[in-house]
């Protein structure tokens, strides 16, 4: 049995943070949470969503776990308008979930959850280095990588006690550097590692740009990027592998 | 003779609610009003388009009628800013359309009226169930449809005292539905009918969001839309042929 | 040496007003102004962009003169938001340009200026006709020319005291014309010159369409648009050649 009602940004918000990496994931519904662990088809990143009971106007659940399309869920999320309510409920009987809003319902088609990848476990990293910026900094220093690579380099040097972001092209370089009183919170470790921009790009798609971002590293490590969501009633967690410096 | 002058923004909405379903057109100038009544070349699909000389701040005409490109007078009419007004004359020796508007004009060739389809009489159909809803609500269930469907269905339920859209895909179902209380009026009466979703995508560009709309449909019958345009001194009345149903 | 800092929507707008016209140009950057000299590659329209040191919050060159990639340029300042300060700073020794808005630091490769076109000279040309309009009427002009030709003709009729711009389509003809006292200034002079629109259309995109636009123009005989940017501590002058007229 799952029975629920949100708002529809908050929904909106958290199916799009899982939809930048994966087309399907499973749902997880817990009595005390709603769940998506997905990670991409290429086991480059990861998304762990959570959004607490709190998040929810009204939440019941006894545990069920449903196999979901993605894009299709958000494409119904998105009819409704922001300020509405939706209504989601799961009819065990025909194996389907009821989205409503205002007077509009859409019954959606549920995938096997059986035939969905296996929902991965978080590791357990030792990230010494962490920095806490705007969501804006982070997709300026992203829009500007772009300009020159396919590939982003993230660090902090602790001399310095600077967060940077880097990107070297074929003639030109990007530096996005940020000293200790340019960003919210910083945790100075050694730290650098190389990224496909394209993981970057994708997630920041969902990283709110006015929202604090923790940025967790390490040296040749995944980075992990958390932000909340729904009014601190939710997260999103991102990691994500690095790949081999060739330089 | 024709000459008239009218709020850009008046007119660009009326020429925009005949031009999503015919390219060519007859427009007719008689001396009390301005009308396009035309139906599109699959026959599926036809629009009453109507402005009293009250919708210009003035207007003189003997009765003239003018073969028109749509497209091209749409063009036109969007280039002046929508608070602008538009002087419109008809100049009978070189059967031309001068459309002013600031310092800009613009010399419209005319097609010759017979050449253009003939106008299509109103057919005098029985519609015994009537809904006055937004127009939003319209597009809301239009948009909804459209991710299942090619189709979609709207019908009344005397009964429960409903009115419902609906489009059924592969896996997948969508379903409006607004009681008596969710509408501005419902006059109830058993009708269901199926249509082609294209003619309804294309319509509802000019339908506005924020305006009541009414639904006038019958069992397996065309439906009729209606909908006010230039506070009042317009209306817009588009008529749809059903769909046989297969289900 | 070169040394500056500049509000972001000033060095924007201006890099902006040459880009249209150029990929590749050299900036010349001389003791008292910053300043782009270019033609096209077809030899049909020039751009003379200057800001004086007063558009800058701070300026030192010795005088350099750097071979600059303009579309590459016009993406790294529209980084910045629009309110930030960025600072450019040529070094001499690796020959890059160094962009800074923000934590965020861009090395630009600099091009060779001698494989850079020469910077063409101004041509000293007696255009008699001037009228000063609003950005907004040419814009409005160019588009309403754009729907029935590919050219572009503006003059002065001093007998009427008019400023025009006509475009003759197969069918359609548009005409602005714009008397004494709905220009901000016309110094008339018997002027007529045909013009490509798609030069027209390019430095549309730069020139602003609530500023006073400066236009001169002969029989003809290339056209020459001048207006202000960075709040009158800069302008751009456009000079065009014109089409031999075939009707």
Same mark, same amino acid.
């Given at each position: ?7 529809? =940004? @908050?929904?909106?918000?958290? #199916? ?13 519904? +817990?009595? +005390? ?5 997905? !990670? ?6 990861? !998304? +762990? ?7 929810? !106007?009204?939440?019941?659940?006894? $545990?069920? !776990?449903? $196999? ?10 998105? #009819?409704a308008?922001?300020?509405?309510? @939706? ?14 809003? $205002? ?12 035939? #969905? ?6 590791p357990?990293?030792?990230l ?13 220093g992203? =829009? ?7 590939? @982003? ?8 006690q ?27 470790s ?14 920041? =798609?969902?990283?709110? =740009? ?23 009633? $939710? ?13």
């Amino acid at each position: 049995m799952f029975s629920a009602t949100i708002e529809a =940004k @908050i929904l909106q918000e958290a #199916i799009s943070s899982a939809k930048v990496l994966v087309d399907e994931c499973k749902l997880r519904l +817990d009595s +005390d949470s709603f769940r998506i662990r997905a !990670v991409d088809p290429a086991n480059v990143g990861m !998304v +762990d969503l959570e959004l607490s009971t709190s998040a929810f !106007v009204s939440y019941e659940s006894d $545990g069920v !776990v449903l $196999g979901i399309n993605l894009s299709r869920l958000s494409d119904i999320t998105n #009819i409704a308008r922001s300020d509405e309510t @939706i209504d989601l409920e799961f009819d065990e009987e025909v194996q389907k979930l009821t989205i409503q809003a $205002g007077g509009l319902q859409y019954t959606l088609s549920l995938i096997d959850p059986a035939s #969905i990848r296996k929902e991965p476990d978080l590791p357990d990293l030792d990230l010494p280095a962490k920095v806490v910026i705007e969501g804006r900094n982070l997709d300026q220093g992203i =829009k500007a990588a772009d300009m020159v690579s396919d590939h @982003i380099a993230l660090g902090v040097d602790p001399e310095s006690q600077t967060f940077y972001i880097r990107a070297k092209g074929d003639t030109d370089n990007v530096q996005l550097e940020l000293k200790q009183d340019e960003v919210i919170s910083l945790q100075p470790s050694l730290a650098h590692s190389l990224f496909s921009l394209d993981y970057f790009k994708d997630m920041n =798609k969902a990283i709110p =740009k006015t929202t604090p971002v923790t940025l967790s590293m390490g040296e040749e490590y995944p980075i992990q990027i958390n932000f909340p969501i729904a009014d601190g009633n $939710g997260q999103v967690t991102y990691l994500l592998a690095p790949r081999i410096q060739s330089d």
